[in-house]
């Protein structure tokens, strides 16, 4: 008799939700895939690698300008329509907080920048506004100058070895930057395979949350935590915040040395030393798992992003071979004697480099979608409705494929970032870090990081591939991926 009424009440419970979500669905008025499963949606969709989601993904976009998919029981709108993402930006007092997935990043440790509101979240963006503001991104030049060349160095011994994989060299060059330049790195608690590992560590730690969003059965908590997942999660974060708060620890004390005179060398500022001279809103200090969590979040925000950026710029310098001949000779024009230091005058007068970034931004933004939920129920121009609770994502790698504002939109095109043909543009047509109160604040920090590294490297070297475009498997993680890596050959160019 019990039995039968818990069948009984679950059965009840699958129709209601799966008639509330056909009603939710149309309301918001939105196109959506013909065959919406109880329970599961449209998950049946995307069964795969996560390159098919994405793929299959592009591939649905053809049936509308957004449209609506069901996430296992949860309404989803997808959307990159220029008449309602503009409307949602300028209402984003209705979509102020961040879509229930990125509350997984919490795995990395309970204060989550990119996830926190209030308190919390204002007394860490004080800090890292702060951190990355003109003037002390200045004091990073040394380090990204440092290691870039290091980077090159290090690929001479792949000079005339035919094409090989660049993932793991940049992978390691970049985690040496941000530990560098976020906690200052220290040879005596890491060596370069202790790097190395780090990075694995990280990494696997950023797969194995992105993982947890492709698997609607590991949402609840209670199901999560006797999941193998979660092991693995465990084991890889465990190491990471070890390390991160072994160096936060280590710098702390040089830090409070230099405030003592008992340091006599020069100092040179990182990010975490703002955290030192800072307190929080009530008064007390900034703990070291405090900041082990901040450092954890701007690492996962930079780190993978950074990577992606750059292997999609290579891969494109190298398929096109005349824009990277074009972007050598602009570097050719600004300096000579294969300079090995680039400052932040140098770089702002790189205008083409610049265009060759947007322009990988545009067909491979860091970011590929960006979810918030809706917080108050919401109107769309489209005639729609969107109830308080949904959580909605701005599909960015479609709306920068907008042929009205593109033409030819699949095709790699820096003049499309001409500075007369930005200014015909609604600046909603390309967001690759964001919009708004919650924009990505480390753009900036990010781009400097990327155009100081392609200027050694396009100087130094000639980049080919045997790959082409049709090649690339697409894959949204925690940034967007290539799957194949980053396969090519290089030659050393002659010294200017």
């Not at 992978?171 to 220290?186: K, N, P, Q």
Request: charged share 25%; with cysteine.
């Amino acid at each position: 008799m019990i039995l039968s009424a818990i069948i009984i009440v679950g059965v009840l419970f699958l129709v209601l939700n799966f008639v509330q979500c056909l009603i939710t669905l149309k309301k918001s008025k939105l196109p959506a895939l013909p065959v919406v499963l109880p329970l599961l949606g449209h998950t049946h969709y995307f069964i795969g690698s996560t390159h098919v989601f994405f793929e299959k993904l592009k591939d649905i976009a053809k049936i509308g300008s957004s449209f609506g998919l069901f996430i296992g029981p949860f309404f989803t709108p997808f959307l990159y329509d220029l008449n309602i993402v503009p409307h949602l930006i300028k209402s984003e007092n209705h979509i102020q907080k961040k879509a229930q997935q990125y509350n997984f990043l919490r795995a990395l440790g309970k204060r989550q920048i990119f996830v926190e509101t209030g308190v919390p979240y204002k007394e860490s963006k004080r800090v890292l506004l702060h951190a990355v503001s003109h003037a002390n991104l200045r004091e990073y030049f040394t380090s990204f100058n440092t290691i870039a060349q290091n980077f090159v160095d290090d690929l001479r011994s792949k000079v005339g070895g035919g094409e090989f994989n660049m993932e793991v060299e940049l992978y390691f060059c970049i985690v040496s930057v941000l530990l560098d330049t976020i906690m200052g790195l220290d040879a005596t608690i890491m060596s370069r395979d202790e790097i190395v590992l780090y990075a694995k560590e990280f990494t696997d730690s950023i797969t194995h949350i992105f993982n947890r969003g492709f698997r609607i059965w590991l949402y609840p908590d209670f199901f999560y935590k006797f999941s193998s997942l979660y092991k693995m999660c465990n084991k890889s974060v465990a190491h990471t915040r070890k390390i991160t708060g072994k160096l936060i620890i280590k710098r702390k004390q040089k830090f409070e040395a230099f405030k003592r005179n008992e340091e006599n060398t020069t100092r040179t500022s990182v990010f975490i030393d703002k955290y030192f001279e800072s307190k929080k809103d009530d008064g007390s200090e900034f703990s070291v798992e405090d900041i082990t969590d901040d450092v954890l979040s701007l690492m996962g925000a930079g780190f993978e992003t950074t990577v992606s950026s750059l292997g999609f710029i290579i891969m494109m310098l190298a398929i096109n071979q005349d824009i990277q001949e074009k972007a050598f000779n602009e570097l050719k024009e600004k300096q000579k004697n294969n300079k090995r230091y680039f400052t932040t005058e140098d770089l702002n007068e790189l205008p083409y480099l610049d265009q060759v970034i947007q322009e990988t931004w545009r067909l491979y933004p860091p970011i590929a979608f960006m979810g918030r939920q809706v917080t108050k129920d919401i109107d769309l121009p489209n005639g729609g409705h969107l109830k308080k609770g949904i959580d909605i994502w701005f599909f960015l790698a479609m709306l920068h494929r907008n042929p009205k504002y593109y033409p030819e939109p699949e095709i790699f095109n820096p003049d499309n970032f001409l500075p007369e043909r930005v200014k015909e543009r609604p600046p909603e047509v390309f967001m690759p870090f964001g919009f708004g109160t919650r924009k990505c604040f480390g753009n900036i920090f990010a781009k400097l990081v990327i155009k100081t590294t392609l200027c050694h490297l396009v100087t130094n070297y000639q980049f080919h591939t045997t790959t082409t475009v049709k090649d690339f498997r697409l894959a949204f993680e925690f940034a967007m991926k290539n799957k194949i890596g980053v396969p090519v050959s290089i030659k050393p160019r002659e010294k200017i």
